[in-house]
């Protein structure tokens, strides 16, 4: 079985949203979070949240991308446990057991996206359309064949004929902060 973890690539979710998931959580869609709020009305990190954030059950807090992995029934179980726990201390679900019913449609949504081979991550677009949450996912996954040169990396070549250019970065900057002094 499949289901999906928080994974977190950079910092700007702890930027963007008003608590990040630590990596390696379980996760859910998480639009529950937003029942009874006007979706139009949100702000900043709240609205962010709405539009793009996966919950991660453990903090109840977001994250931008999940990760589908491997799971066992022992993890999936532990999963809906947690999460019932917290919708019933932290989010008012009336008992246990309309709490843990509540999870466990939220993890079979969740294992619904997990289609894909382990390792895929997914993003998501959440909208209000008149009235009702629509939620578009999408999949990135790692490209075949060799990975590609990161930005700053350098690829020695050997027999090239032609000469190398040589730019002198520093000479550059002070040429081009003395195009705009006007003295």
């Known amino acids: 079985m499949k289901l999906l973890r928080t994974i977190r690539l950079d910092a700007s979710d702890t930027f963007i949203f008003p608590a990040a998931a630590d990596p390696g959580e379980w996760a859910v869609p998480g639009a529950f979070m937003f029942f009874g709020a006007d979706p139009a009305a949100l702000a900043g990190k709240e609205r962010s949240a709405f539009r793009g954030g996966f919950l991660g059950i453990g903090s109840l807090a977001w994250s931008t991308l999940v990760q589908i992995v491997e799971a066992t029934p022992d993890d999936r179980a532990a999963a809906v ?16 057991v309309a709490a843990r019913k509540a999870a466990e449609e939220e993890f079979d949504f969740a294992a619904s996206l997990c289609n894909h081979p382990a390792d895929t991550l997914i993003a998501m677009h959440r909208s209000d359309e008149d009235g009702a949450i ?7 996954r790692p490209r075949r064949g060799p990975k590609p040169l990161r930005a700053f990396a350098f690829l020695e070549t050997d027999g090239e004929d032609e000469p190398g250019e040589i730019v002198e970065l520093a000479s550059l900057a002070r040429a081009d902060s003395k195009c705009g002094d006007p003295g």
């Open 134 to 140: 629509r939620e578009i996912f999408r999949t990135l």
């Open 81 to 96: 446990e947690l999460l019932s726990q917290r919708l019933f201390d932290r989010l008012g679900a009336p008992d246990l």
